[in-house]
């Protein structure tokens, strides 16, 4: 009777004991329920499982945000400083960047690239030309000095022949950048030969990379005794590889009003194309040798005929191209 009262206070004893079992390690390694758990735990009954929050079954269009101040959220969208930002000189107390007790005296003052002056020299043509009428020697060169927006260009062209200036045309420019790769030039231009009247104009225009990498030149040109003038020039490098390049160029002059002395027509007076290929031993040395048909049209052809000229004429040259 003793045996079987004390197994049976065993048993009650172990029955009100179940639910403080030590927990176990994966019981451990949860996160503690929370303050109102613990609450609704109290009442005896068992709790449910935490469900995941479905937010695409909240309905948004019901909620109020008007109600809620952003004012104070920097949104970066604002392109500008606000009122209240420190002023980037208010603490130098008059100080530059050449003045002050810390300032060096042999320092000179701070300059971005388009603040400093250049300068450039392109013998772009100087060749031996050869016809079946004789040889002489033609030269295309410019020279520039100045900044990344403004420069002084001065330009010369023309031909050489018996020791002689044939024909020569001389430009002085000033240049001005309007886009990165374009730019509008104004200035003079004075034109010279042996056995001519010379002519002087003012010149304005473009100059520039059009797309596709074509060099472009278009200026229009304003003389005496109402002439009028206009020159198109336009050239291409072709790199056949880093050091043979192969130039294909064409140019053309129009006049507004004729003028004999000088054999000269109205309209289109004269055209050059043709192409050159050159070998760059560097970017500052390149000899090359082409052919180039020169034509006349119109009265030009027809002056040039009256005094025992060809209208047409194809050249073969050999020459340099130069820079510094």
């Given at each position: 009777m003793l045996?079987?009262?004390s197994?049976?206070?065993?048993?009650?004893?172990?029955q009100a004991?179940?639910?403080?079992?030590?927990?176990?390690?994966?019981?451990?390694?949860?996160?503690?329920?929370?303050?109102?758990?613990?609450?609704?735990?109290?009442?005896g009954?068992?709790?449910?499982?935490?469900?995941?929050?479905?937010h695409?079954?909240?309905?948004?269009?019901?909620?109020?945000?008007?109600?809620?101040?952003?004012?104070?959220?920097d949104m970066?969208s604002?392109?500008?400083?606000p009122?209240?930002?420190?002023?980037?000189?208010?603490?130098?107390?008059?100080?530059?960047?050449?003045?002050?007790?810390y300032?060096?005296k042999?320092?000179?003052?701070?300059?971005?690239?388009?603040m400093?002056?250049?300068?450039?020299?392109?013998?772009?043509?100087l060749?031996?030309?050869?016809?079946?009428?004789?040889?002489?020697?033609?030269?295309?060169?410019?020279?520039?000095i100045?900044?990344?927006?403004?420069?002084?260009?001065?330009?010369?062209?023309?031909?050489i022949?018996?020791?002689?200036v044939?024909?020569?045309?001389t430009?002085?420019?000033?240049?001005?950048?309007?886009t990165?790769?374009?730019?509008?030039?104004?200035?003079?231009?004075?034109d010279?030969?042996?056995?001519?009247?010379?002519?002087?104009?003012?010149?304005?225009?473009?100059?520039?990379?059009a797309?596709?990498?074509?060099?472009?030149?278009?200026?229009?040109?304003?003389?005496?005794q109402?002439?009028?003038?206009?020159?198109?020039a336009?050239?291409?490098?072709?790199?056949?590889?880093q050091?043979?390049?192969?130039?294909?160029?064409v140019?053309a002059?129009?006049?507004?009003?004729?003028?004999?002395?000088?054999?000269?027509?109205?309209?289109?007076?004269?055209?050059?194309?043709?192409v050159?290929?050159?070998?760059?031993?560097?970017?500052q040395?390149?000899?090359?040798?082409?052919?180039?048909?020169?034509?006349?049209?119109?009265?030009?052809?027809?002056?040039?005929?009256g005094?025992?000229g060809?209208?047409g004429?194809?050249?073969?040259v050999?020459?340099v191209?130069?820079?510094?």
């Amino acid at each position: 009777m003793l045996t079987l009262a004390s197994a049976s206070m065993s048993a009650a004893l172990a029955q009100a004991h179940e639910g403080h079992a030590a927990p176990t390690a994966s019981s451990a390694s949860q996160p503690a329920m929370t303050t109102m758990d613990s609450m609704d735990s109290m009442d005896g009954s068992t709790a449910s499982p935490a469900m995941p929050m479905d937010h695409g079954a909240m309905n948004h269009a019901g909620m109020n945000h008007g109600g809620m101040d952003m004012g104070g959220m920097d949104m970066g969208s604002s392109s500008t400083a606000p009122a209240d930002a420190r002023d980037p000189h208010g603490y130098s107390n008059g100080y530059t960047l050449n003045t002050g007790p810390y300032a060096q005296k042999d320092t000179s003052a701070l300059m971005m690239s388009d603040m400093h002056s250049f300068g450039s020299f392109l013998m772009d043509r100087l060749e031996r030309v050869h016809t079946r009428n004789g040889n002489s020697v033609a030269y295309d060169t410019q020279g520039w000095i100045g900044n990344s927006y403004d420069k002084f260009y001065l330009k010369a062209e023309g031909d050489i022949e018996q020791g002689r200036v044939g024909d020569a045309r001389t430009e002085l420019l000033w240049s001005h950048a309007i886009t990165p790769y374009w730019d509008t030039q104004l200035g003079l231009r004075v034109d010279v030969g042996s056995n001519r009247p010379g002519r002087n104009w003012l010149a304005f225009g473009v100059q520039g990379l059009a797309p596709y990498w074509f060099e472009v030149e278009a200026t229009g040109y304003v003389g005496e005794q109402g002439r009028t003038a206009l020159r198109l020039a336009a050239e291409y490098e072709v790199l056949l590889t880093q050091r043979w390049v192969l130039q294909p160029r064409v140019e053309a002059n129009l006049y507004g009003k004729e003028d004999p002395e000088l054999g000269i027509g109205r309209g289109l007076s004269s055209a050059a194309y043709g192409v050159r290929l050159r070998y760059e031993f560097s970017r500052q040395f390149a000899p090359y040798v082409g052919i180039e048909r020169n034509q006349s049209f119109g009265s030009t052809a027809s002056f040039v005929r009256g005094a025992g000229g060809n209208a047409g004429e194809t050249r073969l040259v050999a020459g340099v191209r130069v820079l510094f």
